[in-house]
């Protein structure tokens, strides 16, 4: 299942562990939200029917916990509490809490933009209490994702690859991606951005 040939490239977090989760967090947000690329999904919808609260409340989360079996990093419960989720292109987001609600015939529905982290079942080689996934990472393959390991203290975050090119085994691979949930958020925002800005030239 685990691999030396690494398909995720080393990363260098040393500008983002300068910084507090929240302003890694914040930074990144807001390096999104101001490219010309970007496409907010909340606007996918029309504006009247979506009420979109800007914050997930505590008990929110406790909820999330809850239906996950698993208390939440730190940071993770700090970026669902100021931002909900994040979606910064197709199959490139961080789930956490649905965008809110929308209104059909009168009644109020519950709306999901962006998955909510759900528990991971791959096969017998990986535990299927060890991972949760926490977002999509389909800068490799369409169905890739973001896993938070459960069973580290650290708390990692690990790309789960189910296609890797090459690959001979044909098994996937679980690799390195970020240290935290929020050093994960800045480095899917960042290289999201510079391959933005490549395109460009």
């Not at 169905?143 to 069973?151: F, I, K, R, S, T």
Request: hydrophobic fraction near 40%; glycine fraction near 6%; charged fraction near 30%.
């Amino acid at each position: 299942m685990f691999d030396s040939n690494h398909i995720i490239l080393p990363y260098d977090f040393s500008e983002a562990m300068a910084l507090t989760a929240e302003e890694r967090i914040d930074r990144a947000i807001r390096r999104v939200r101001e490219h010309d690329d970007w496409e907010d999904p909340l606007q996918w919808q029309s504006d009247d029917f979506i009420q979109a609260p800007p914050t997930g409340s505590e008990s929110e989360i406790r909820e999330l916990e809850n239906s996950l079996g698993a208390e939440l990093p730190t940071d993770y419960r700090l970026f669902i509490a100021r931002h909900r989720f994040l979606s910064v292109g197709d199959g490139l987001e961080i789930g956490g809490l649905d965008a809110g609600t929308v209104s059909h015939d009168g009644e109020r529905l519950p709306m999901s933009v962006v998955p909510s982290p759900w528990r991971v079942e791959m096969d017998s080689a990986v535990p299927a209490d060890r991972y949760i996934a926490i977002g999509q990472l389909w800068q490799y393959a369409d169905g890739d994702q973001l896993l938070l390991d459960l069973q580290s203290d650290e708390k990692g975050v690990y790309a789960y690859l189910h296609d890797p090119p090459p690959n001979p085994v044909g098994a996937p691979l679980i690799e390195f991606y970020a240290p935290s949930v929020s050093l994960a958020i800045w480095r899917m925002v960042d290289e999201w951005c510079e391959f933005q800005d490549e395109d460009e030239e």
